[in-house]
C-alpha cells in the first residue's frame, strides 16, 4: 500500500510511504534537502513502523520543533494505521 503524507512544519511537502504490513518498503520525499532525503530512505527501507518512530521520532530541524526524519515517523504510523483501518 502506498500513502501520500502531507509534511508540517519542514522543507520537504510530501512523503510517499509503502508498507508491507508494518514493515517500510519504500520512502520517496518531495522537496528538502535532497542529499539527506535520498539518505534516509535507503536507513529506513526493511525496518518496522516502530524502529522508524523509535528511531526518528522527536528529531527537530533548525529551531524548529520537527524535521524530516520526524514527519517521516508520523508517515509511517499514518500509513500503517490506515493500512489496518482497511482490512
Same mark, same amino acid.
Given at each position: 500500500? #502506498? &500513502?501520500? &503524507?502531507?509534511?508540517? +512544519?519542514?522543507? #520537504? =511537502?510530501?512523503? @510517499? *510511504? ?5 514493515? *517500510?518498503?519504500? *520512502?520517496?520525499?518531495? +522537496? +528538502?534537502?535532497? +542529499? ?7 536507513? /529506513? !527501507?526493511?525496518?518496522? *513502523? !516502530?524502529? /522508524? !518512530?523509535?528511531?526518528? =521520532?522527536?528529531? =527537530? ?5 520537527? #524535521?524530516?526524519?520526524?514527519?517521516? $515517523?508520523? $508517515?509511517?504510523? $499514518?500509513? &500503517? !494505521?490506515? @493500512?489496518? $483501518?482497511?482490512?
Amino acid at each position: 500500500m #502506498s &500513502y501520500k &503524507y502531507k509534511t508540517r +512544519g519542514t522543507c #520537504s =511537502s510530501m512523503i @510517499e *510511504v509503502e508498507l508491507d504490513g508494518n514493515i *517500510v518498503k519504500n *520512502v520517496k520525499f518531495t +522537496g +528538502g534537502c535532497d +542529499g539527506n532525503l535520498k539518505a534516509i530512505p535507503k536507513l /529506513v !527501507e526493511g525496518l518496522t *513502523v !516502530e524502529q /522508524v !518512530e523509535e528511531k526518528l =521520532s522527536g528529531i =527537530s530541524c533548525s529551531g524548529r520543533p520537527t #524535521s524530516c526524519g520526524d514527519q517521516l $515517523a508520523r $508517515a509511517c504510523r $499514518a500509513a &500503517y !494505521e490506515a @493500512e489496518t $483501518a482497511a482490512h
